[in-house]
């Protein structure tokens, strides 16, 4: 007789997965309007995500997939043009359930750094950016 693995209470699912977004401390502020280019998603201090903020209305987001679970911890770096670190956020004991997306709603903080070559045209694209030395 073969019984489900479900039914003993096991999951075939291995891994989870992470949602993050990030807002801005100004109410309605997008990442142009921050002087965000891209942010830098960090997992556990070495899985890399990059995500870019392509206009005015957008949100920045992005998922992080196939996770063991368990604890983990995220770092977020917002960048101007050149590189230049805007904003920053930081969040240790998020947990991963195995099968399930855990949600992170990154309110970033400033850096306090200047970003002098600020894009006058807020729907800056990516690839209209300068290239990283």
């Known amino acids: 007789?073969?019984?489900?693995?479900?039914a003993l209470g096991c999951s075939l699912k291995k891994t989870g997965s992470l949602r993050?977004?990030?807002?801005?401390?100004?109410?309605g502020q997008s990442c142009a309007g921050a002087g965000v280019?891209?942010?830098d998603a960090e997992l556990d201090g070495s899985t890399h995500l990059w995500f870019g903020c392509l206009d005015e209305n957008e949100r920045p987001g992005a998922t992080f997939r196939k996770l063991s679970p368990g604890t983990h911890s995220l770092?977020?770096?917002?960048?101007?043009?050149n590189g230049v670190k805007l904003w920053t956020f930081s969040?240790?004991?998020?947990?991963?359930?195995a099968g399930e997306e855990s949600h992170v709603d990154a309110a970033f903080a400033s850096t306090g750094a200047s970003?002098?070559?600020?894009?006058?045209?807020?729907?800056?694209r990516?690839?209209?950016?300068?290239?990283?030395p």
């Open 1 to 6: 007789m073969l019984i489900p693995l479900a």
């Open 20 to 27: 993050v977004d990030g807002t801005f401390p100004f109410p």
């Open 37 to 39: 280019l891209k942010v």
């Open 75 to 81: 770092e977020l770096v917002g960048a101007g043009i």
């Open 91 to 97: 969040q240790a004991g998020i947990e991963i359930a």
């Open 115 to 124: 970003n002098p070559m600020l894009p006058t045209t807020p729907a800056m």
């Open 126 to 132: 990516m690839e209209d950016a300068p290239p990283e």
